[in-house]
């Protein structure tokens, strides 16, 4: 029985697991996209939560949103940069199609929050944004 036992896990380990499936391996690369919209209270309170929403538009049919950016301080400027997952090597259609993102922020300084939302390239290759400027209204730190 032992002998049975382990001529099947040697035939499982030499067939079960085939990596010559080539139809699920294909490459892609992450690439900023440029946000369309976004929607922000016009004053946030310190200390609440609130969740930043907004729409990205994709190009053609390789785009792919998955709720990624990259996210980066400069004092107290908020840098974001929507990030896309595009298939490569594959055939894409035209269609281009239109992907929300939701970002939460935890208001945790008392300066006014400056947001810039990366809009893509112009013409010499420079990064273009829109700024959107929030004061924080209510600065009273709560007493724990």
């Known amino acids: 029985m032992k002998y049975l036992i382990a001529l099947f ?10 990596d010559d499936d080539d139809n699920n391996d294909h490459e892609y690369h992450l690439e900023n996209i440029g946000v369309k919209t976004v929607n922000l209270p016009d004053s946030f309170t310190y200390g609440e939560i609130y969740k930043i929403t907004g729409t990205i538009e994709l ?5 792919y949103y998955y709720n990624q950016y990259d996210y980066f301080y400069e004092g ?3 840098i974001i940069y929507p990030l896309a997952h595009v298939d490569d ?3 894409c259609t035209t269609n281009t199609s239109v992907a929300n993102f939701v970002i939460p922020l935890h208001v945790l300084q008392e300066e006014t929050y400056t947001f ?7 013409d010499q290759g ?3 944004f829109l700024v959107i400027d929030v004061p924080v209204g209510d600065v009273t730190v709560p007493n724990n």
């Open 9 to 18: 896990l040697v035939a499982f380990l030499a067939f079960g697991c085939d």
């Open 59 to 63: 190009p053609n049919s390789c785009y």
């Open 76 to 78: 107290t400027t908020r």
């Open 89 to 91: 090597g594959v055939s």
């Open 116 to 122: 810039k939302f990366y809009q893509g390239l112009d």
């Open 126 to 128: 420079e990064e273009l």
